[in-house]
Protein backbone atom coordinates (compact mmCIF):
# COMPACT_ATOMS: atom_id res chain seq x y z
CA UNK A 1 0.00 0.00 0.00
CA UNK A 2 3.21 2.21 1.31
CA UNK A 3 3.88 1.75 -2.80
CA UNK A 4 0.62 2.24 -4.22
CA UNK A 5 0.08 5.41 -1.84
CA UNK A 6 3.60 6.59 -3.47
CA UNK A 7 2.79 6.45 -6.94
CA UNK A 8 -0.70 8.29 -5.99
CA UNK A 9 1.25 11.62 -4.79
CA UNK A 10 3.59 11.49 -8.00
CA UNK A 11 0.16 11.26 -10.74
CA UNK A 12 -0.96 14.13 -8.45
CA UNK A 13 1.86 15.95 -8.64
CA UNK A 14 2.95 15.45 -12.27
CA UNK A 15 -0.49 16.31 -13.53
CA UNK A 16 0.16 19.47 -11.27
CA UNK A 17 3.51 20.46 -13.06
CA UNK A 18 1.82 20.03 -16.80
CA UNK A 19 1.04 23.89 -16.52
CA UNK A 20 4.12 25.16 -15.63
CA UNK A 21 5.59 22.94 -17.76
CA UNK A 22 3.19 23.72 -20.32
CA UNK A 23 3.71 27.07 -19.95
CA UNK A 24 7.78 27.08 -20.24
CA UNK A 25 7.16 25.06 -23.30
CA UNK A 26 5.28 27.89 -25.44
CA UNK A 27 7.19 30.58 -24.11
CA UNK A 28 10.97 29.04 -25.43
CA UNK A 29 8.93 27.94 -28.77
CA UNK A 30 7.80 31.39 -29.56
CA UNK A 31 11.02 32.84 -28.85
CA UNK A 32 9.85 34.91 -25.99
CA UNK A 33 12.73 34.06 -24.15
CA UNK A 34 15.21 36.00 -27.33
CA UNK A 35 13.42 39.12 -27.02
CA UNK A 36 13.82 42.69 -24.93
CA UNK A 37 12.36 41.99 -21.77
CA UNK A 38 12.50 38.25 -21.66
CA UNK A 39 11.86 36.92 -18.27
CA UNK A 40 14.17 35.41 -15.96
CA UNK A 41 14.35 31.49 -16.36
CA UNK A 42 12.56 31.17 -12.48
CA UNK A 43 9.88 33.66 -13.33
CA UNK A 44 8.77 31.33 -15.77
CA UNK A 45 5.56 30.01 -15.17
CA UNK A 46 1.48 29.63 -15.95
CA UNK A 47 0.68 32.88 -14.77
CA UNK A 48 3.72 35.08 -16.31
CA UNK A 49 4.00 33.82 -19.91
CA UNK A 50 0.04 33.96 -19.65
CA UNK A 51 0.01 37.86 -18.81
CA UNK A 52 2.88 38.16 -21.66
CA UNK A 53 1.07 36.87 -24.47
CA UNK A 54 -2.07 38.04 -23.44
CA UNK A 55 0.58 41.63 -24.20
CA UNK A 56 1.99 40.04 -27.67
CA UNK A 57 -0.58 41.01 -30.75
CA UNK A 58 -1.77 38.05 -31.77
CA UNK A 59 -0.74 35.63 -29.05
CA UNK A 60 -3.90 36.53 -26.75
CA UNK A 61 -5.81 33.21 -27.37
CA UNK A 62 -2.62 31.46 -26.55
CA UNK A 63 -2.67 33.28 -23.30
CA UNK A 64 -6.04 32.57 -22.63
CA UNK A 65 -6.03 29.01 -23.40
CA UNK A 66 -2.71 28.99 -21.18
CA UNK A 67 -5.04 30.59 -18.14
CA UNK A 68 -7.65 27.78 -18.78
CA UNK A 69 -5.18 25.27 -18.27
CA UNK A 70 -5.73 26.48 -14.44
CA UNK A 71 -9.31 27.12 -14.33
CA UNK A 72 -11.24 24.47 -13.57
CA UNK A 73 -12.30 23.18 -9.51
CA UNK A 74 -10.70 19.81 -10.23
CA UNK A 75 -7.37 21.39 -11.09
CA UNK A 76 -7.71 23.81 -8.13
CA UNK A 77 -8.36 20.14 -5.99
CA UNK A 78 -5.59 18.59 -6.91
CA UNK A 79 -3.16 21.69 -6.79
CA UNK A 80 -3.86 22.37 -3.49
CA UNK A 81 -3.14 18.39 -2.95
CA UNK A 82 0.04 18.59 -4.59
CA UNK A 83 1.05 21.56 -2.66
CA UNK A 84 0.22 20.03 0.60
CA UNK A 85 2.21 16.93 -0.23
CA UNK A 86 5.34 19.01 -0.63
CA UNK A 87 4.83 21.92 1.95
CA UNK A 88 3.19 20.36 4.69
CA UNK A 89 1.63 16.99 4.54
CA UNK A 90 0.73 14.34 2.59
CA UNK A 91 -3.03 13.86 2.46
CA UNK A 92 -3.83 9.72 2.87
CA UNK A 93 -5.40 8.32 0.56
CA UNK A 94 -7.44 4.70 1.16
CA UNK A 95 -7.90 1.90 -1.06
CA UNK A 96 -11.45 0.94 -0.91
CA UNK A 97 -13.67 -2.32 -1.83
CA UNK A 98 -17.25 -2.11 -3.18
CA UNK A 99 -19.41 -5.45 -1.65
CA UNK A 100 -22.43 -3.45 -2.63
CA UNK A 101 -22.46 -3.51 -7.03
CA UNK A 102 -23.21 0.19 -6.41
CA UNK A 103 -19.47 1.55 -7.83
CA UNK A 104 -18.63 0.78 -11.09
CA UNK A 105 -15.45 -0.51 -10.26
CA UNK A 106 -14.67 -2.88 -7.06
CA UNK A 107 -11.59 -1.23 -6.29
CA UNK A 108 -10.47 2.28 -6.16
CA UNK A 109 -8.60 5.26 -4.08
CA UNK A 110 -10.47 7.63 -2.17
CA UNK A 111 -9.20 10.76 -1.06
CA UNK A 112 -10.63 12.09 2.30
CA UNK A 113 -11.97 15.58 2.55
CA UNK A 114 -9.65 17.90 3.97
CA UNK A 115 -9.50 21.41 5.11
CA UNK A 116 -6.81 24.12 3.74
CA UNK A 117 -6.39 27.32 5.77
CA UNK A 118 -6.96 30.67 2.86
CA UNK A 119 -6.46 34.41 4.05
CA UNK A 120 -10.19 34.60 4.68
CA UNK A 121 -10.51 31.42 6.81
CA UNK A 122 -10.69 27.57 6.10
CA UNK A 123 -11.63 26.56 2.59
CA UNK A 124 -13.21 22.92 2.34
CA UNK A 125 -12.28 20.08 -0.08
CA UNK A 126 -14.68 17.22 -0.25
CA UNK A 127 -13.83 13.59 -0.16
CA UNK A 128 -13.37 12.01 -3.69
CA UNK A 129 -12.05 9.14 -5.36
CA UNK A 130 -9.06 9.79 -7.43
CA UNK A 131 -10.26 8.50 -10.63
CA UNK A 132 -12.79 11.02 -10.36
CA UNK A 133 -10.64 14.06 -9.81
CA UNK A 134 -7.96 13.04 -12.16
CA UNK A 135 -9.64 11.11 -15.52
CA UNK A 136 -11.86 13.91 -15.95
CA UNK A 137 -8.96 16.22 -15.70
CA UNK A 138 -6.42 14.19 -17.81
CA UNK A 139 -9.06 14.95 -20.28
CA UNK A 140 -9.14 18.65 -20.30
CA UNK A 141 -6.23 19.42 -19.56
CA UNK A 142 -4.60 17.03 -22.68
CA UNK A 143 -7.26 18.86 -24.55
CA UNK A 144 -5.90 22.23 -23.74
CA UNK A 145 -2.31 20.83 -25.17
CA UNK A 146 -3.34 20.01 -28.09
CA UNK A 147 -4.72 23.30 -28.90
CA UNK A 148 -2.47 25.42 -27.44
CA UNK A 149 0.18 23.48 -29.85
CA UNK A 150 -1.98 24.03 -32.82
CA UNK A 151 -1.92 27.82 -31.74
CA UNK A 152 1.88 27.65 -31.46
CA UNK A 153 1.54 26.07 -34.91
CA UNK A 154 -0.10 28.78 -36.40
CA UNK A 155 2.01 31.36 -35.13
CA UNK A 156 5.28 29.75 -36.31
CA UNK A 157 3.55 29.34 -39.84
CA UNK A 158 2.49 33.01 -39.74
CA UNK A 159 6.13 34.16 -38.93
CA UNK A 160 7.71 31.99 -41.07
CA UNK A 161 5.01 33.00 -44.01
CA UNK A 162 6.09 36.96 -42.51
CA UNK A 163 9.79 36.61 -42.80
CA UNK A 164 9.96 34.72 -46.29
CA UNK A 165 7.85 38.23 -47.74
CA UNK A 166 10.48 40.11 -45.90
CA UNK A 167 13.04 38.41 -47.74
CA UNK A 168 11.53 38.39 -50.75
CA UNK A 169 10.89 42.16 -50.78
CA UNK A 170 14.90 42.74 -49.62
CA UNK A 171 15.76 40.54 -52.71
CA UNK A 172 13.65 42.71 -54.91
CA UNK A 173 15.16 46.09 -53.68
CA UNK A 174 18.70 44.83 -54.07
Given amino acids: MIKAGAHVVACIQAMHAIPD ?20 DRKVNVATVSNRLASEP ?59 PTGGGVKHYPSISLAELLSPEFVRVGGLVVQIGHGINAELERTLVLDRAESRRREGSS
Fill in 21 to 40: ILASGVYLALGLNRTLGALP
Fill in 58 to 116: GLENLGILLKEVCKEDAYEHLSVLSNLSKHRTVIRHSLSQDMTGKREKLHEFQIPSFEK
